[in-house]
C-alpha cells in the first residue's frame, strides 16, 4: 500500500545527444574560452612594433610637414651618405697582412718583380696598376738592401717615414711617392703617366744614393 504523501518515481530524464552537443560547442565557441595569452615572440613583436612606429609618429608630429617633411629629411641624409661614401672612395678591410693603407697585399715578390710588372703596366698605359707596382718596387728594394727591416702590413707613409732616415736627401719625394700610391690604391683616383714617371724616376735615384747609415744606427739603437 503506498503512502499518500510520497509521490511516485517519475520516468528517468533522457537528453538527445545532438542537441546537447550543439549547446556544448556553443558554451566552448564563446568569447572567454577562445581567448589566449600571446607567446613571447607575439609580445615581443607587439613591443617593437609599438615603439617602433611610436616614435615615427612622435618624429613625424615634430617635423614641419609630418611624414612628409620626416621623408625629406630622410631622402637627404641618404643622399649624404651616398655623397660622403664617394667623397672617400671604397672602405677597405683594417686588419690582416691587406690592412687599410698597407703596401703588400699579395704574396712576397722581389723588387725586380714587381719592377718589371710596373712597366708592363706603363706599357699598357694602365698608369694605375704601375704606380702601384713602382712603389712596391721601392718599398722591396729598400728592404733587399736592408735599409727598411721587412714587416707586413707596414703602410706607404711608414715606409717613407722610415726610409728617410738613411736617405734624407729623397725624404719629400719618398712622402709624395706615398701619397699618391695612397690616392689611387685606395682613395680610388686614377693615376696618370707624369705619377708613374715620378716614381720610376725615384726608384733609380734610390739606387744610385748611398745611404747615410750613421743615421740609420742612431735610429735603430734602444
Known amino acids: 500500500m503506498a503512502l499518500p504523501w510520497v509521490d511516485e518515481p517519475g520516468p528517468p530524464v533522457v537528453v ?5 552537443r550543439d549547446d ?20 615581443l613583436w607587439n613591443w617593437l612594433w609599438d615603439r617602433v612606429f611610436g616614435v615615427l609618429d612622435d618624429a613625424a608630429f615634430a617635423t614641419p610637414g609630418g611624414w612628409v617633411g620626416l621623408l625629406v629629411i630622410a631622402a637627404l641624409v641618404v643622399a649624404l651618405l651616398i655623397a660622403l661614401r664617394l667623397r672617400l672612395g671604397a672602405l677597405r678591410n683594417a686588419t ?33 696598376p704601375a704606380v702601384q707596382e713602382r712603389l712596391r718596387a721601392v718599398v722591396r728594394s729598400l728592404e733587399e738592401r736592408a735599409l727598411l727591416d721587412p714587416r707586413p702590413g707596414r703602410t706607404a707613409n711608414e715606409a717613407a717615414t722610415e726610409a728617410a732616415r738613411p736617405l734624407p736627401g729623397l725624404a719629400a719625394d719618398l712622402h709624395t711617392a706615398a701619397t699618391t700610391f695612397d690616392a689611387v690604391t ?31 744606427a742612431a735610429w735603430t739603437a734602444p
Open 186 to 216: 685606395f682613395g680610388d683616383l686614377p693615376a696618370t703617366a707624369a705619377d708613374y714617371a715620378h716614381l720610376r724616376d725615384l726608384d733609380e735615384r734610390l739606387r744610385r744614393t748611398k745611404p747615410d747609415l750613421t743615421a740609420t
Open 16 to 20: 538527445d545527444r545532438a542537441p546537447a
Open 24 to 43: 556544448a560547442e556553443r558554451e566552448l565557441s564563446r568569447q572567454i574560452y577562445t581567448q589566449h595569452e600571446p607567446g613571447p615572440v607575439r609580445r
Open 96 to 128: 690582416g697582412p691587406g690592412a687599410a693603407g698597407a703596401v703588400f697585399a699579395d704574396r712576397p715578390r722581389t723588387a725586380a718583380e714587381h719592377r718589371a710588372a710596373s712597366e708592363r703596366h706603363a706599357d699598357a698605359a694602365h698608369w694605375t
